[in-house]
């Protein structure tokens, strides 16, 4: 502000060739490479977990991931590394995570942009990070301590309810104990609603007022409002702070690992225990050798593969989302 | 001079001679206690032990099952070779063997013994055994308070062939018992662990034919069986469910409140695990050549018979002299005194046939 008071001289001018030309190469050269440096490193990771579980790829092949039956040591034989059961206990705990995370992550995310007091808004987004800061391995020992007990009562109703009605009630089999696939899915939608719920508050706020201004005065209702100005405008941000929260749900490990229950098991049933690949690699790595750390390793790759294939996917969806939405807006 | 001062003196006198004798005779003593160190029996009292002249720093990772022990070793020796540094990181046998293997550390802990793709070259290590513990079979069932049962039917159990407590099979292991109809939740290891190894290779041996899983650090579970994290994670499961039964160490077991199963030995005598069964079981075990021994199903009438064995391995021969007495030291420390810290922490000492064993290996480390 106070530069307004200085002598003219003083002002830079737009025609002299400043020290700033050497500033926005230096600035040029600086961006592309940190942006290379990303995709170098996410290369070589690739390039290194590849060859290190090629072992395992190539004892198993196509086999490793069509394959349930996941035996280092069996009884007979050679050992069979199979990771479709893990795979699908993180496909199915992730779900889980995000049918729960992400209602209510809009939902807080809404409440903060549109309707709550202007003086409540810097709490409750204060509260809501500091979920985010919560350490995982907390959130697993509280699942498995507190959360997991206290549920077998309400699986256990929910079973004997909902367990009898056709191909339905397959989801709802019997419990064995508090440690399954919906406690795990639970406990990570809780671990992901705060990364949601920030981005989606910032999506939401960059929404232009006169959007929301020219809603309300067509007459529309504050829900209208929302789904008509607030949600074309800003579906592309909350997909990618889904996928985020997804990122983060099929690659937590800890507390998967403690509440998920440690079986190797694709069944309907939610209430029964599984495993899911971050989790198997975090419980098995300590005690493996030779193949079997291979195929560990290649439990990882596999992880790597299924993030970016549903990244890519998300990306898919919010391109043909965002044309259509935006097309009947305009 | 007056008599009496005279009496005085001449008492004075033969009480400093008093005196002096016996603190000759003491020195005597602490010196015989020495050279007696020197030779067999290192360790005993005052802090001027065998181990005082040994300095430098001991790297050693490997089984997590006998940290407790190794760290209250490390411990205790610090007083004794105050210069010498042991770390010991429980890393896990598979882990700690790669590293031995790498050069990495000084020894390494192991549960199992090592295989060609431990990254281990065969002849240039040597095993020494430490320590053992009971492995219990841990069970919450209400109204039950005392659990007989057989190596079939504990085969049965864990690969869910049972899926009830009053089934027949534990009904003839424990006759006049009130068994319920509570289902069996079985609860294992859902990390790869000696103790998963050594109770599979119980059932394997002592249940021949009717177990069907095989044995190893991580055995294919059924699916409908519970998975926990390290032994608190398996006496937890157990504890939060009625019906529940999963293998357990002693002193997570304990610490937990656990009941535990009398387990059938192979003299047909119901034993429940105690330390004592443990170093009977010891005795009963065939020690090989290089001093692997498998304490798993031991000929014994007071032998239990699900006993974890750990080992340390060492190299036979290390570049560095000083890094040889050092291990040396600390190995003979481990294997004399450290024995008696054992049983603190829930261990079994080794009988002592296997002790000596163990002591003339740590002799021929060669540096």
């Given at each position: 502000?106070?530069?307004t008071?200085?002598?003219p ?24 490479g940190?942006g290379l ?6 290369g070589?990771i690739?390039?290194t977990?590849?060859r ?5 790829f ?8 069509t ?10 034989g050679?050992a069979?590394?199979?990771?479709l059961?893990?795979a699908y206990?993180?496909?199915v705990?992730?779900?889980?995570a ?8 809009v939902g807080i995310?809404?409440?903060l942009t549109?309707?709550?007091?202007r003086?409540l808004?810097?709490p ?13 391995v ?6 498995i301590?507190?959360?997991?007990p206290a ?5 256990q109703w ?13 989801l709802?089999g019997?419990?064995?104990s508090g440690?399954?696939?919906?406690t ?17 508050r ?14 309300l ?13 607030v949600?074309?405008h800003?579906?592309g941000g ?9 990122g983060r749900?099929m ?5 998967v690992?403690l ?6 098991n ?5 209430f ?9 690699i975090v419980?098995?790595f300590?005690?493996?050798t030779g ?9 990882g790759v596999?992880l ?5 294939l549903v990244?890519?996917?998300a990306?898919?969806?919010v391109?043909?989302a965002e044309?259509?939405?935006?097309g009947?807006?305009? | ?5 005279e ?6 006198n033969?009480?400093s001679?008093?005196v002096?004798a016996?603190?000759?005779l ?5 010196t015989?206690?020495?050279s007696?160190?020197?030779?067999s029996?290192p ?6 032990s065998?181990y005082?002249d040994?300095s ?9 099952f ?11 020796f610090?007083s004794?070779?105050?210069?010498v540094?042991?770390n010991?990181?429980?890393?896990g046998s598979?882990?700690?063997?790669k ?13 199992s013994?090592v ?6 070259t ?5 095993y020494v055994?430490?320590v053992?513990?009971p492995?219990t ?8 308070d005392k659990?007989?049962?057989s ?14 407590w009053?089934?027949?099979?534990v009904?003839?292991d ?6 319920p ?5 079985v609860a ?7 103790t ?6 119980y ?7 009717t177990w069907?899983l095989?044995s190893?650090d991580?055995v294919?579970?059924?699916a409908?069986?519970?998975g ?13 469910t009625?019906?529940g039964?999963?293998y ?5 077991a304990k610490?937990?409140g656990l009941?535990?199963?009398a ?12 330390l004592?069964?443990?170093t ?5 075990a065939e020690?090989?050549?290089d001093?692997?021994y ?10 239990y ?6 080992f340390?391995?060492?190299k036979?021969?290390?570049d560095d002299a ?5 291990v040396k030291?600390f190995l003979t ?15 079994a ?6 002790k ?5 290996q740590?002799?021929?480390i060669?540096?």
């Amino acid at each position: 502000m106070t530069l307004t008071n200085n002598p003219p001289a003083a002002k830079p001018t737009l025609t002299q060739r400043g020290s700033s030309a050497l500033g926005d190469r230096v600035f040029s050269w600086w961006t592309l490479g940190t942006g290379l440096l990303v995709l170098a490193i996410l290369g070589l990771i690739l390039i290194t977990t590849v060859r290190e579980a090629w072992p395992a790829f190539d004892a198993m092949g196509l086999r490793f991931i069509t394959e349930r039956v996941w035996d280092p040591n069996p009884a007979t034989g050679d050992a069979i590394f199979g990771a479709l059961s893990f795979a699908y206990g993180t496909a199915v705990s992730s779900l889980i995570a995000l049918l729960f995370a992400v209602p209510v992550s809009v939902g807080i995310a809404l409440f903060l942009t549109e309707l709550a007091p202007r003086r409540l808004r810097g709490p409750a987004v204060t509260v809501i990070d500091l979920l985010a800061a919560v350490p995982s391995v907390v959130f697993g020992l509280w699942g498995i301590l507190v959360v997991a007990p206290a549920l077998v009562p309400i699986y256990q109703w929910m079973h004997d309810v909902l367990g009898g009605i056709p191909l339905l009630g397959r989801l709802f089999g019997p419990v064995a104990s508090g440690r399954n696939f919906m406690t795990a899915g639970l406990i990570l939608a809780i671990m992901v609603t705060p990364i949601i719920t920030s981005i989606t508050r910032e999506v939401f706020s960059t929404v232009p007022r006169a959007d929301k201004d020219a809603a309300l005065a067509l007459g529309a209702t504050r829900w209208e409002m929302i789904r008509g100005a607030v949600f074309p405008h800003s579906f592309g941000g909350v997909v990618g702070a889904v996928m985020l929260g997804l990122g983060r749900a099929m690659g937590e490990t800890i507390a998967v690992a403690l509440v998920i229950g440690g079986a190797t098991n694709i069944t309907a049933n939610l209430f029964a225990p599984g495993n899911s690949m971050a989790a198997v690699i975090v419980q098995q790595f300590g005690e493996s050798t030779g193949t079997f750390t291979a195929a560990l390793i290649g439990l990882g790759v596999v992880l790597f593969a299924m993030t970016v294939l549903v990244n890519l996917l998300a990306q898919v969806v919010v391109r043909r989302a965002e044309a259509r939405m935006k097309g009947s807006v305009a | 001079m007056h008599p009496d001062r005279e009496a005085y003196l001449v008492n004075r006198n033969v009480l400093s001679r008093r005196v002096l004798a016996g603190v000759a005779l003491a020195a005597l003593a602490l010196t015989g206690c020495g050279s007696n160190d020197n030779s067999s029996e290192p360790g005993g009292s005052g802090g001027d032990s065998a181990y005082a002249d040994l300095s430098g720093e001991l790297k050693a990772s490997g089984a997590s099952f006998p940290d407790a022990y190794y760290q209250e070793v490390i411990e205790a020796f610090k007083s004794e070779a105050s210069d010498v540094t042991v770390n010991y990181n429980s890393t896990g046998s598979g882990t700690g063997k790669k590293q031995f293997g790498e050069g990495l550390v000084d020894f390494a802990g192991t549960d199992s013994l090592v295989k060609d793709t431990d990254g281990v070259t065969a002849g240039s290590f040597m095993y020494v055994p430490t320590v053992a513990a009971p492995i219990t079979v841990s069970y919450n069932l209400e109204g039950v308070d005392k659990l007989q049962l057989s190596p079939e039917t504990l085969a049965k159990i864990f690969q869910t062939d049972i899926k009830t407590w009053d089934d027949a099979a534990v009904k003839a292991d424990n006759p006049g018992v009130e068994l319920p109809n509570t289902p069996i939740t079985v609860a294992h290891r859902s990390d790869g662990s000696g103790t998963t190894s050594n109770f599979t290779k119980y059932l394997d041996a002592a249940a021949a034919g009717t177990w069907k899983l095989g044995s190893g650090d991580t055995v294919a579970w059924p699916a409908s069986t519970q998975g926990g994290e390290k032994n608190t994670g398996v006496a937890q499961i157990v504890q939060q469910t009625n019906g529940g039964v999963g293998y357990v160490d002693l002193s997570d077991a304990k610490a937990t409140g656990l009941k535990f199963a009398a387990i059938k030995n192979k003299d047909g005598q119901f034993v429940e695990p105690s330390l004592e069964g443990t170093t009977a079981g010891l005795e009963g075990a065939e020690v090989a050549e290089d001093l692997s021994y498998n304490p798993l199903n031991a000929a014994g009438a007071s032998a239990y018979p699900i006993t974890a064995p750990t080992f340390i391995i060492v190299k036979t021969s290390y570049d560095d002299a000083n890094k040889a007495a050092l291990v040396k030291g600390f190995l003979t420390y481990l294997l004399n005194d450290g024995q008696e810290l054992a049983e603190e922490v829930d261990f079994a000492p080794l009988p002592a046939s296997l002790k000596e064993k163990a002591l003339a290996q740590v002799e021929k480390i060669q540096g």
